[in-house]
C-alpha cells in the first residue's frame, strides 16, 4: 500500500473509501459502499464490515501500524515495545516491570522521546505538505474563478468534471484526485454549493461536502488551503472568500 497520498484521519481508521468500496489499507480486503454484510446474526454496512475486519483481523487500526515494517513506521523495537505498553494503560512502574525496559526512569524518558517525535512530525508533515503545494498553487480573487496561472481551458474543465460526477455535476465523487488541476477544478465546482456572503458552522460545511465525498474533513480542510473558504479561529464559522 502506498501510503503517501493517504491522510492521516484515513491512517487512523486503518481504512478508506476508494472507487466505491471501504477499503483496508494494510491488506486487500474491500467492501462494497452499496452492499451490506452478514456477520454474527446481523448485517453491517461496508463501512461497519471493514471496521469489523480490521478489529478482527489486525487487532486494531492501531496495532496494524505498528506492525508495519520499520523502513515505513520507522520506529525501533523499544519504541514499538514502549508504545504498545503506552496504548494498553500501563503505569511506568508496570512497563518497568512487563517490558525489557527494568527501569522507570527510562521508561519516562521514551514517553518523553516519543512526544518529542511526535511534535517534530508535525512540523516535519506541514512542511512536506507546504513544499507539495507551494504558493503559486494558492487561489486568489476569491477563488470565484482560476487564473491564467493554471491554464485551464473550458474544455478540459467539462472534460474533469463528467469524469469524477458520473451521476450528474449535482452528485458525488468516487475519488477526490490527487493532480492540482483536477482538484482545482472539483474544489471551484463544489464551491457552487455555498452561498457567497453566508457563513457556515462547521457542522453544515461538513453536511454539504459529505454530498460530494465520504472525506468531507479532507474537502474542507482542501478549501480553507487552497483560498476558496476561511474560517474563524477556533474553526466554528466558515464562510466563502470574497
Same mark, same amino acid.
Given at each position: 500500500?502506498?501510503?503517501?497520498?493517504?491522510?492521516?484521519?484515513?491512517?487512523?481508521?486503518?481504512?478508506?473509501?476508494?472507487?466505491?468500496?471501504?477499503?483496508?489499507?494494510?491488506?486487500?480486503?474491500?467492501?462494497?459502499? =452499496?452492499?451490506?454484510?452478514?456477520?454474527?446474526?446481523?448485517?453491517?454496512?461496508?463501512?461497519?464490515?471493514?471496521?469489523?475486519?480490521?478489529?478482527? *483481523? =489486525?487487532?486494531?487500526?492501531?496495532?496494524?501500524?505498528?506492525?508495519?515494517?520499520?523502513?515505513? #513506521?520507522?520506529?525501533?523495537?523499544?519504541?514499538?515495545?514502549?508504545?504498545?505498553?503506552?496504548?494498553?494503560?500501563? #503505569?511506568?512502574?508496570?512497563?518497568?516491570?512487563?517490558? #525489557?525496559?527494568?527501569?522507570?526512569?527510562?521508561?519516562?524518558?521514551?514517553?518523553?522521546?516519543?512526544?518529542?517525535?511526535?511534535?517534530?512530525?508535525? *512540523?516535519?508533515?506541514?512542511?512536506?505538505?507546504?513544499?507539495?503545494?507551494? =504558493?503559486?498553487?494558492?487561489? =486568489?480573487?476569491?477563488?470565484?474563478? *482560476?487564473?491564467?496561472?493554471?491554464?485551464?481551458?473550458?474544455?478540459?474543465?467539462?472534460?474533469?468534471?463528467?469524469?469524477?460526477?458520473?451521476?450528474?455535476?449535482?452528485?458525488?465523487?468516487?475519488?477526490?484526485?490527487?493532480?492540482?488541476?483536477?482538484?482545482?477544478?472539483?474544489?471551484?465546482?463544489?464551491?457552487?454549493?455555498?452561498?457567497?456572503?453566508?457563513?457556515?458552522?462547521?457542522?453544515?460545511?461538513?453536511?454539504?461536502?459529505?454530498? *460530494?465525498?465520504?472525506?468531507?474533513?479532507?474537502?474542507?480542510?482542501?478549501?480553507?488551503?487552497?483560498?476558496?473558504?476561511?474560517?474563524?479561529?477556533?474553526? #466554528?464559522?466558515?464562510?466563502?472568500?470574497?
Amino acid at each position: 500500500m502506498d501510503f503517501q497520498n493517504i491522510t492521516v484521519d484515513a491512517l487512523m481508521k486503518g481504512y478508506q473509501l476508494t472507487d466505491g468500496h471501504y477499503q483496508c489499507l494494510h491488506c486487500v480486503q474491500a467492501f462494497a459502499i =452499496h452492499e451490506v454484510y452478514p456477520i454474527h446474526d446481523k448485517f453491517l454496512t461496508a463501512e461497519g464490515m471493514v471496521q469489523a475486519h480490521i478489529q478482527q *483481523v =489486525h487487532g486494531s487500526a492501531f496495532h496494524a501500524l505498528l506492525q508495519m515494517d520499520k523502513k515505513t #513506521s520507522g520506529l525501533s523495537e523499544v519504541q514499538e515495545e514502549m508504545l504498545q505498553h503506552f496504548y494498553e494503560g500501563l #503505569s511506568d512502574k508496570e512497563i518497568a516491570v512487563e517490558s #525489557s525496559v527494568n527501569n522507570i526512569s527510562t521508561v519516562r524518558q521514551h514517553r518523553f522521546k516519543l512526544r518529542e517525535k511526535e511534535k517534530q512530525a508535525k *512540523v516535519f508533515l506541514a512542511l512536506m505538505q507546504l513544499l507539495a503545494e507551494p =504558493h503559486h498553487y494558492k487561489i =486568489h480573487k476569491g477563488a470565484t474563478q *482560476v487564473d491564467e496561472r493554471y491554464g485551464i481551458e473550458e474544455q478540459e474543465r467539462e472534460k474533469v468534471l463528467q469524469n469524477y460526477f458520473k451521476q450528474g455535476l449535482d452528485g458525488s465523487i468516487e475519488t477526490i484526485p490527487s493532480k492540482e488541476k483536477r482538484k482545482l477544478i472539483i474544489l471551484q465546482h463544489i464551491l457552487q454549493r455555498f452561498t457567497a456572503g453566508q457563513v457556515y458552522t462547521e457542522k453544515e460545511v461538513n453536511e454539504i461536502l459529505k454530498t *460530494v465525498h465520504a472525506d468531507f474533513v479532507t474537502l474542507r480542510r482542501y478549501l480553507i488551503e487552497y483560498g476558496f473558504m476561511e474560517r474563524n479561529t477556533d474553526g #466554528s464559522s466558515y464562510w466563502m472568500k470574497e
